[in-house]
């Protein structure tokens, strides 16, 4: 059973950093494609991020420069780095799994591509 565990949001100042980590547990697949989402009330569910098992990443032009993702193969864990946190960066954030076998992996890709959710970290960035 494949489980993924979100933690390290909080709420920040603007300028502000944190780092979002993913616990990855169950998850036997040979490949991967992985994606932060986050979510704001009433609006859709958008990739922000995403790592596939060649290390390649794709971002979101809101967050370029300012998040980065990574997997440490090691621990099972995903990242997301954010730094100069701005207030339209408030959300729920979510990490996403899928092997990606059949779907073209990065930023973009819909929501429900993904197999595998965790419940979400909530991020609030304050002026």
């Known amino acids: 059973q494949v489980q993924l565990v979100e933690s390290g949001g909080g709420s920040v100042q603007v300028g502000e950093s944190l780092r979002l980590s993913c616990a990855i547990s169950?998850?036997?697949?040979?490949?991967?494609?992985m994606t932060w989402f986050r979510e704001v009330p009433g609006e859709t569910r958008e990739g922000v991020a995403t790592?596939?098992?060649?290390?390649?990443?794709t971002y979101d032009d809101s967050v370029k420069s300012r998040f980065t993702i990574t997997y440490d193969n090691a621990k099972n864990t995903l990242f997301l780095q954010m730094n100069s946190l701005k207030p339209d960066d408030t959300a729920m954030y979510y990490c996403a799994a899928d092997p990606g076998d059949d779907m073209y992996c990065y930023s973009g890709a819909d929501r429900d591509e993904y197999k595998y959710w965790g419940q979400g970290t909530q991020v609030t960035v304050s002026s």
């Open positions: 790592i596939d098992s060649g290390g390649s990443t």
């Open positions: 169950g998850y036997t697949y040979n490949s991967f494609c």
